[in-house]
């Protein structure tokens, strides 16, 4: 597809696990977004990719979350034990580097922990 | 830092009425403006923004926006509603230098009622 994607759309897990989410990003834009929307929230930054490497980390909550992005394109946001708190719609979003600042989101990845 | 806050969590509006979503922002550097919008089970889409130029934007669906600088405020506006407008809105900024990262309100959550 043209848009961005994320996989997977829903993840229930449990309290400790590890979980891995997925965005793929548009073809050709080299800046990579992840966001946190909590329930009743609106969107908060959590890390900036610039091609392979991490711009801006400066929204990543705890050691427990990380994320990668080793080929300039797909990336990966990491979470580590897994807390309730977790819990929320992880967002990707790309953009052309130095473009007009517009942002293509994709729809979210739904985490759950139990 | 900046922050963007918008009032309103929820507008419900009788269809055809005219609606005003409200958005003020804070920061000390120069930013530019955005609304994006989410229908039920979409992802965000930019809506209309502010650069420069002129400090009315319209969108291509009726809806328009004035970047008010001494007010700091950046209300979306639509005379006349429809029933496909219902959707969740962020006001979100972007420093005018440096990473195109979005920061952005709490949304408001628009009802249009038949």
């Known amino acids: 597809g043209a848009g961005v994607s994320q996989t997977p759309s829903n993840k229930v897990t449990e309290k400790g696990k590890y979980v891995e989410l997925r965005c793929d990003p548009i073809?050709?834009?080299?800046?990579l977004y992840w966001y946190r929307q909590s329930l009743g929230q609106g969107p908060e930054f959590l890390i900036y990719?610039?091609?392979?490497?991490?711009?801006?980390d400066s929204g990543l909550p705890n050691d427990r979350f990380f994320a990668v992005r080793p080929e300039g394109s797909v990336s990966t946001l990491k979470i580590q034990r897994t807390e309730r708190g977790d819990s929320a719609v992880y967002l990707c979003?790309?953009?052309?580097?130095?473009?007009?600042?517009?942002?293509?989101f994709g729809e979210g990845s739904r985490l759950t922990v139990l | 830092a900046q922050s963007v806050t918008q009032l309103d969590s929820q507008v419900p509006v009788f269809e055809e009425a005219p609606v005003e979503l409200r958005c003020n922002y804070s920061s000390s550097v120069s930013v530019y403006l955005f609304w994006y919008v989410q229908y039920p089970n979409q992802g965000l889409q930019l809506l209309l923004k502010y650069l420069s130029g002129s400090t009315l934007v319209e969108s291509i669906n009726g809806f328009e926006a004035e970047f008010n600088k001494s007010q700091t405020s950046f209300h979306l506006r639509k005379p006349s509603v429809h029933i496909s407008d219902t959707a969740e809105y962020f006001c979100a900024v972007r420093l005018q230098t440096g990473a195109n990262n979005l920061f952005f309100g709490t949304g408001t959550r628009l009802t249009v009622i038949p």
């Open positions: 073809s050709g834009h080299t800046a």
């Open positions: 979003a790309s953009s052309i580097l130095g473009g007009n600042g517009e942002l293509f």
């Open positions: 990719f610039q091609g392979t490497g991490a711009a801006d």
